[in-house]
C-alpha cells in the first residue's frame, strides 16, 4: 500500500526533528512595490483578441501555412509551462505559501530564498525537458529553448524589480551564476535519471537541498517520487497533448499510480477519438491544427 | 543507556546501507555518500577517518577538472557550500527516526521509484534525439569520449 501514497504524506510521516541549517532563511524575496506587470497583457486571462483581429490572424496561418507547432512553443512553453514551474515556489516576504510552496518550503524546510526558488523553478524545468526531448528533434528543441529564454528574460527582470539590484554588471554576474546552475543541475539530474534512483537521490540533494548534511533521507525519498511519478505522467501523454499545454504538474499532496494496460488502453482511445474528429472537423480553427503525433 | 545503545547499533546498521550507495561517477567537491557516511559515522560512535578513508583527497587534475567544469561546483554557491560544510548538525536521532532514515535508503538503493514509474523507451530513448543519455553516460564512464568532431557536429546540428 505504501505505493501510493504522496510525496507530502511520506514527508510528514518522518520522526526526524532536526532544524534545518538556514543561513539565508531571512532573505526573502520582497514583494515588489508596484506588483509589476510581469506578463503582456496579451498573456492576462481575462484579455479577449478582438475578433476582427482574430480572424485576420487565423487567415494569415491559413495563407501562408504557418507551422503552428513551431508557432505554439512561444505561448506553451514559453508563457504556459514557465508560468507553471515559477508558481511551484513563488513566495513573497508576508504573503501566504500556495500549497505547493509549502511542501517546499514548510515540510522540506528548504530556505525560503530567491535562488531557492530558482532550484524549485529549475526542478521543473527539468522534468519538462525530459518530455520536449521525446518530441520530434526540431519541435522539441525550440519548446526547450522558448522555456529557458523565458526563464532568464524573467529573472532579468525580477533582479531589479524585487531584488532591488540596480547594476547591470552585477545583474549579469547573477545571470551567469544561474546559467552554470541551471547546467549543473539538468546535467546532474538527466544521469540520475537514466541511471538509478540513489544517483538521482544525490543530484537532488546536491542541487535542491544544496548539499545540506542534516538531510531527512525521508524527505529525499520523497522527492524522488514527486520527480518519478510526474515524469511516468509525462511518459503517457501523447506528443499533442504535451505540445498544446494539455499538462499540470500533479500536486505533492497527491500520488499517482500506475495504470493498468487496460487504463492506458482507454486513454489512448479517448485521445486518439478527441484529435481525430479535431482534425477531420472543417471548422477546426487553422492555429488549432496540428501535426504532432496523438497516438505516442 | 539501552536505548542509546540501540541508537548506536542502528546507525551502524544505516553506516552499512549507506556504504552500498553507488560511488559518484564524476568527481564533485562534496559527495553525498561520503558526507552522510561520517555523519552517521558520528552517532554510531565509530571512528570518523578510520574504516573506508581510502585516499579522499582529490588530486590537482580532478581538482582543476571540477573547477574547469562549472564556474560554481555544479549548481552550488562556493560560499554557501564552505558554511555548510563547516557546520556539524547536532543530530538528536531517536530509534525510529533512523529506522526511518534506513527504509528509505533502503527504497532507493532498490530502485524502487525507477522501476514503480516505468517510463519506458519513450522518455529514455526520447524520439528527437535516442542517444542522448546514452552519449552522456559514456562520456561520464569514459568508455566512449566525445572527438572534436562528434562535439562540432553537436554544436552545430544540436544533437
Redesign the interface.
Known sequence: GN?VESPESVVK??????EP?D??NNATVKVPKNKIVVESKYESKSYELPKWKEALGELFIKTFRLDMDKVRAGPVAGFYYYSLCKEQALQYEGEELSETAKFFYEDLKLPRTF?QWF?ITLLHEWILF????????K???NYQQKLVDRTFADIEMRLFEEMNVNSGRIADQYL??FN??????V??Y??G??????????AV???LF?????????H??AV??YI??Q??V??RLSDRDFAMGNFKFVPPNES?T?LTPEQEAELKRKVAEKYEAMDKDPNTLPSNRSKLSYT? | MSSSQAVRDAAKQLVSVLERFPAQRIRHIVSFKDSQIERFKRVAGLSVDGGSGNNKKASIEEIKDIINRTSGPLGLQKDLLKKMQAALPDDELSLQSIEEQIKALNSLTSNKYKNYYDVGDKLYKPAGNPQYYQRILDEIEGKKKETFMSAFRTVVFGK
Not at chain 1, 510521516?13 to 532536526?18: G, L, P, R
Not at chain 1, 525530459?130 to 528533434?137: E, H, Q, S, T, W
Not at chain 1, 544544496?210 to 525521508?218: C, Q, T
Open positions: 505505493e510521516q518522518s520522526h526526524m526533528k532536526v541549517l543561513f539565508s535562488s532550484q525530459v518530455r520536449m526531448r521525446a518530441m520530434p528533434f519541435y522539441g528543441r551567469k551564476d552554470t546552475q541551471m547546467r549543473g543541475a546535467f546532474a538527466d544521469e535519471f537514466y541511471t538509478d534512483d540513489a544517483t538521482l537521490a544525490a540533494w546536491r542541487n544544496s548539499g545540506r548534511k542534516n538531510i531527512d533521507m525521508v529525499l525519498e524522488v517520487r518519478r511519478s515524469l511516468y509525462l511518459s499517482v500506475v505516442n
